[in-house]
C-alpha cells in the first residue's frame, strides 16, 4: 500500500494549486485521511484532514483551502486558494488506515510534493 501525491508547483501569491493524494493497493477502509506540510528546521505541521466526514483545518489555512475526498476511489485533494509565500512548505499526505480485516490501522505516509508561493 502505497499514498501517491501530486500537484505541487510554483506559483505566485494570491495564486491557486490543487493537490492530490491517492492510496494505491488493497485496504479496508481509511479513518482519517489528510494533508501536513513541513519547512526546513520546523516540524511537521497538520494542515488539513477528512475523518468520518468531518474536515479539520489548521486555524491558518481555514477559509483558503478546501480538503475533499473521495471515498469510492481512496484519495484526497487539497483545493489551495490565496495562496501565501507562508504557505510554502513540503507537503505530505498522509493516512491512517487499515489494509485486511486480520490487522489493524496504521500511518502512512506519501511522498512530499513541494510547494512554492513568491511574493
Known amino acids: 500500500v502505497q499514498l501517491q501525491a501530486s500537484g505541487g508547483g510554483l506559483v505566485q501569491a494570491g495564486e491557486s494549486l490543487t493537490l492530490s493524494c491517492a492510496v494505491s493497493?488493497?485496504?479496508?477502509?481509511?479513518?482519517?485521511m489528510g494533508w501536513y506540510r513541513q519547512t526546513p528546521g520546523k516540524e511537521r505541521e497538520l494542515v488539513a484532514y477528512?475523518?468520518?466526514?468531518?474536515?479539520t483545518y489548521a486555524e491558518s489555512v481555514r477559509d483558503r483551502f478546501t480538503i475533499t475526498k473521495d471515498n469510492a476511489k481512496n484519495m484526497v485533494q487539497l483545493q489551495m486558494d490565496n495562496l501565501k509565500p507562508d504557505d510554502t512548505a513540503v507537503y505530505f499526505c498522509?493516512?491512517?488506515?487499515?489494509?485486511?480485516?486480520?490487522?489493524?490501522?496504521?500511518?502512512?505516509w506519501g511522498q512530499g510534493t513541494e510547494v512554492t508561493v513568491s511574493s
Open positions: 498522509h493516512a491512517n488506515l487499515r489494509e485486511s480485516l486480520q490487522g489493524w490501522y496504521a500511518h502512512y
Open positions: 477528512e475523518r468520518a466526514g468531518r474536515l
Open positions: 493497493g488493497s485496504i479496508v477502509s481509511i479513518d482519517i
